[in-house]
T-cell receptor, first 110, second 113 residues
Framework: GQSLEQPSEVTAVEGAIVQINCTYQ??????LSWYQQHDGGAPTFLSY????GLEETGRFSSFLSRSAIYGYLLLKELQMKDSASYFC???????????FGQGTELSVKP | KAGVTQTPRYLIKTRGQQVTLSCSPI?????VSWYQQTPGQGLQFLFE???????NKGNFPGRFSGRQFSNSRSEMNVSTLELGDSALYLC????????????FGPGTRLLVL
């Protein structure tokens, strides 16, 4: 089947580093993306991994390991505005279908 | 460049009615996808259109349908509304099928009474 698992909630303090894991149970996909969604807002694209390894974009980094069927999003120097839901998304190589994880709600405390 | 727009933003309907939602993608984007977001089920893929053809479909009943016009604008229709159809409906556009970056609109919040 096709499923993605992420922790439902994560709490961290300002300035800290937090890692949000995503595990999946499928094969044959283009890559893994990460999206951020603030409460009441639209999801916005953060990062994409097509190949194994680390992709860095400013304070955000994303990692993919196909052999370990695992990926993660790393947020550094946390800010209050980072409080949001984060979704990992699998992009299948069958017509570009997207499968979203259930999302991880990140709360950043002062 | 203007972003993805969706109309209407809010909608209240009663059970049994039907509803049509509209999505205008970013200029130049030919792929439009629709998603349903609810607190219990999260974000679920409804369908995707590319060049007026439905290329992909999620696991939703036939009451959910869509179409895409030659200018890439898309509409989705839900017939015989049920209480469980209350959700945020999000539209996303991308340059091509399978493109990793999807640009989401603000969504249409539908309440079925």
């Amino acid at each position: 089947g096709q499923s993605l698992e992420q922790p439902s909630e994560v709490t961290a303090v300002e300035g800290a580093i937090v890692q949000i894991n995503c595990t999946y149970q499928t094969s044959g996909f283009y890559g893994l993306s990460w999206y951020q969604q603030h409460d009441g807002g639209a999801p916005t694209f953060l990062s994409y991994n097509a190949l194994d390894g680390l992709e860095e974009t400013g304070r955000f980094s994303s990692f993919l390991s196909r052999s370990a069927i695992y990926g993660y999003l790393l947020l550094k120097e946390l800010q209050m505005k980072d409080s949001a839901s984060y979704f990992c998304v699998l992009i299948y190589n069958q017509g570009g279908k997207l499968i979203f994880g259930q999302g991880t709600e990140l709360s950043v405390k002062p | 460049k203007a972003g993805v727009t969706q109309t209407p933003r809010y909608l209240i309907k009663t059970r049994g009615q039907q509803v049509t939602l509209s999505c205008s993608p970013i200029s130049g984007h030919r792929s439009v996808s629709w998603y349903q977001q609810t607190p219990g089920q999260g974000l679920q893929f409804l369908f995707e259109y590319f060049s007026e053809t439905q290329r992909n479909k999620g696991n939703f009943p036939g009451r959910f349908s869509g179409r895409q016009f030659s200018n890439s604008r898309s509409e989705m229709n839900v017939s015989t509304l049920e209480l469980g159809d209350s959700a945020l409906y999000l539209c996303a556009s991308s340059f091509d099928v399978g493109w990793e970056t999807q640009y989401f609109g603000p969504g249409t919040r539908l309440l079925v009474l």
